[in-house]
């Protein structure tokens, strides 16, 4: 099996963190010979310190490599993560999801590697409808008898749900990428200086027809429960408590 880094954004929640490092060692890495974790945990979230939330990591991970910058930022953390990678494929995943099936990287891997224009593969967070084909995220996505979809529109259809990405893509994307916009924003045809990168690759999501939601986000209770929100979430940058 080809080596992936595992990037991940964090906020201080240690509670939310182990659910979803958990899930990764259950549903995903069970041999961590190929995997290290590559993690940005933001200064901001509960009342702890967040170097507890780098030791958590540990627990799970042999190999980790962490960052705690001084004042939190979505796009710098994501940039960071991205930035440290060296293999050739990434899963990148934020720290407030979970595993709702074993994931068979090897298996995605492989089709990457077959489809050379593919940047990356989705895990779908929705119940998938028993067809080929059919409308979603403003677009129409293929069955692929690879075992993926495949978008049949450029435009919006890279997202930081959990995700395994060619690095080559992302070794693209990466100096084109600015600190005061939403990243997943930034892979938007509205952001002429990303265009041409993203207009130049595929995008796929990985499931299968009538195949259940491989992803679940566990973070909206600590949002409730915290007084925590996205500002202006289409634009969001980092955390704000109400």
């Known amino acids: 099996m080809d080596r992936v880094d595992i990037t991940m954004t964090a906020v201080i929640r240690p509670k939310i963190l182990t659910r979803c490092l958990e899930s990764i060692k259950r549903k995903i890495v069970k041999d961590q010979t190929n995997f290290r974790l590559i993690i940005n ?24 490599i962490y960052n705690i910058p001084k004042e939190p930022s979505f796009p710098k953390a994501v940039k960071w993560v991205w930035s440290q990678s060296d293999a ?66 450029w435009k919006k259809q890279f997202g930081l749900n959990p995700i395994l990405i060619k690095k080559e893509f992302i070794d693209q994307a990466l100096p084109l990428m600015v600190d005061n916009v939403n990243p997943e924003k930034q892979f938007r045809e509205s952001q002429k200086y990303m265009r041409k990168v ?14 259940r939601a491989l992803v679940t986000d566990i973070g909206r209770g600590w949002i409730r429960n915290t007084n925590f929100c996205k500002p202006k979430r289409d634009t969001f940058l980092t955390w704000e408590k109400k």
Not at 42 to 63: C, M, R, S, Y
Not at 199 to 206: I, S, V
């Open 198 to 211: 993203i207009k130049d690759w595929q995008y796929g999501m990985y499931t299968n027809p009538g195949g």
């Open 41 to 64: 945990v933001d200064p901001i979230g509960e009342n702890t310190k967040p170097g507890k939330v780098v030791k958590l990591a540990q627990k799970f991970f042999d190999n980790v």
């Open 88 to 153: 050739p494929y990434v899963f990148h995943i934020e720290d407030d999801w979970v595993f709702n099936e074993d994931i068979d990287i090897d298996n995605m891997v492989k089709i990457l590697r077959g489809n050379v224009k593919l940047s990356s593969l989705r895990l779908y967070k929705y119940n998938t409808p028993n067809r080929k084909k059919f409308p979603t995220f403003g677009c129409y996505w293929v069955y692929n008898p690879d075992g993926f979809y495949l978008s049949k529109d």
